[in-house]
Nanobody, 116 residues
Framework: QVQLVESGGGWVQAGGSLRLFCAGS????????IRWYRQAPGNQREWVAL???????SYSDSVKGRFTISRDNAKNAVYLQMNSLKPEDTAVYYC??????????WGKGTSITVSS
């Protein structure tokens, strides 16, 4: 059974930093592209960042230069370092892993609130 668990969310003032953590079980992260998404209240879920199997990250324009995605295959984990946070970054953040069979798995999310 595949399970993804996000953690690291919380409350932070604008300009601050948080580091999100996604741990996987039942799926080998080293064989998977891992993505972070977020969903703000009243909004659709949007893609935030991707780290591919080679460890190369890509980002949405809204977070580029502020967020860094990384992976630790030994721990079957992915991180999202978020710096210079803005109130518009407030959302529930979700980790998603795509298996080699093309199936997408999701965690239950971790919430962050950025106050102005």
């Amino acid at each position: 059974q595949v399970q993804l668990v996000e953690s690291g969310g919380g409350w932070v003032q604008a300009g601050g930093s948080l580091r999100l953590f996604c741990a996987g079980s039942g799926i080998t992260f080293s064989r998977s592209d891992i993505r972070w998404y977020r969903q703000a209240p009243g909004n659709q879920r949007e893609w935030v960042a991707l780290v591919n199997r080679d460890g190369i990250g890509s980002y949405s324009d809204s977070v580029k230069g502020r967020f860094t995605i990384s992976r630790d295959n030994a721990k079957n984990a992915v991180y999202l370092q978020m710096n210079s946070l803005k109130p518009e970054d407030t959302a529930v953040y979700y980790c998603s892993a795509q298996s080699t069979a093309g199936i997408n798995y999701w965690g239950k999310g971790t919430s962050i609130t950025v106050s102005s």
